[in-house]
């Protein structure tokens, strides 16, 4: 059975970091891509990065985390990161990672669609 379970989430201040783990059963992470999304209240859900499964570790951010946040990857522990760094009040939201074999990473963003979530992890920001 698959899962995925994120962990890291918190309250901070601005400026502050976090870093999100996303850990995986059920499945090998080394041939799935992986991605961070995250949805704040009242808002649609977006997708802040992904991580290719090749060699490359072709990685994506949205334009709104770019230089702040870093995804990474540590298949022998089927471990995904979402390092975050210099925290925003607009970036408090459930944090999600997901997986799937028809969602695919580019440098321009992704393709397709998970077909794996977690539940999330909840990150607050205030003054």
């Known amino acids: 059975q698959v899962h995925l379970v994120e962990s890291g989430g918190g309250l901070v201040r601005p400026g502050d970091s976090l870093r999100l783990s996303c850990v995986v059963s059920?499945?090998?992470?080394?041939?799935?891509?992986l991605g961070w999304f995250r949805q704040a209240p009242g808002k649609e859900r977006e997708e802040i990065s992904c991580?290719?499964?090749?060699?490359?570790?072709?990685?994506y951010y949205t334009e709104s985390v770019k230089g702040r946040f870093t995804i990474s990857r540590d298949n022998p522990k089927n471990t995904v990161y979402l390092q975050m760094n210099s925290l925003r009040p607009e970036d408090a939201a459930v944090y999600y990672c997901?997986?799937?074999?028809?969602?695919?990473?580019?440098?321009?963003?992704?393709?397709?669609?998970?077909?794996?979530w977690g539940k999330g992890t909840p990150v607050t920001v205030f003054s």
């Open positions: 997901a997986a799937g074999l028809g969602y695919y990473c580019t440098g321009h963003g992704s393709i397709g669609s998970p077909d794996y």
């Open positions: 059920g499945f090998t992470l080394d041939y799935y891509p």
């Open positions: 991580i290719s499964s090749d060699e490359h570790g072709t990685t």
